[in-house]
């Protein structure tokens, strides 16, 4: 490695019933000014300071990925599920440990404003746009998008709002969720949901579909 820092490698034995396997991953932070360096690469889901080129993930086509660590993305994806809350508890005892922070109120002050500016724990704002199905009556896209909405959109865990616009025969729906595992959690158990699957048959073309991250809110 090219930087001095302290390595420490944590095993991170998770309970069944929060999904997660056993995941090894590798925290490399020097100092507190080190961690909140902007032009220092971090993995954008632990905060991993990325220096090597083995300390990159892959995307499904073994290419590198440049957001995400070797740990966090391996093939292409996250292994399990994580709040940024739980990586918080985790790594703060370790942090402090290690001696990064001399106690734990240091340590959680310094992940609660360095995570939340990493891309996977930013809020997220999915943007569908799409035309209505030939035949399909307004008035019938609006009440089935409302029983979706209340059924389904609004109970889905990291929901926070939703609005729903039209330019001419254009409509966009654009969702914010506190997490991107929130926003891709939403849309593969809409496909278990009724009142989803009643909304689905309404869409004809669909134009684009983006996850963006939320960089402000005013």
Sequence with gaps: MTYSC?????????EENLGWSLISVLLAY????????ENLKHCQSCGMPMT????????????????YCCH?????????????????????PI??????CPDETSARKMLSEFLPTLKRWKKQGMINTYK???????????????EMHSKYLSKCKGYINCQLMRMGD?????????TMADANNAM??????????????FIGELVEQNLYPLERSY
Aim: proline fraction near 3%; hydrophobic fraction near 40%; charge should be negative.
């Design 30 to 37: 020097a100092t507190e000014e080190d961690l909140l360096m």
């Design 132 to 146: 209505l199905k030939d035949g399909v009556s307004e008035a019938d896209f609006l009440a089935a998008f409302d």
């Design 188 to 201: 593969m158990q809409s496909e278990g949901n009724e009142a989803a699957i009643k909304f689905f048959p």
């Design 170 to 178: 254009m409509w966009t729906d654009w969702t914010i969720w506190e």
């Design 6 to 14: 302290r390595i420490i490698h944590v095993i991170l034995w998770i």
């Design 52 to 67: 090597e080129a083995e300390h990159f993930g892959k995307n499904t086509d073994e290419s590198k990925n440049e957001d």
């Design 72 to 92: 966090c993305y391996p093939d292409g994806a996250f292994p399990g599920e994580c709040t940024m809350e739980e990586m918080i508890d985790i790594c703060v």
């Design 95 to 100: 942090i402090v440990e290690h001696g990064t």
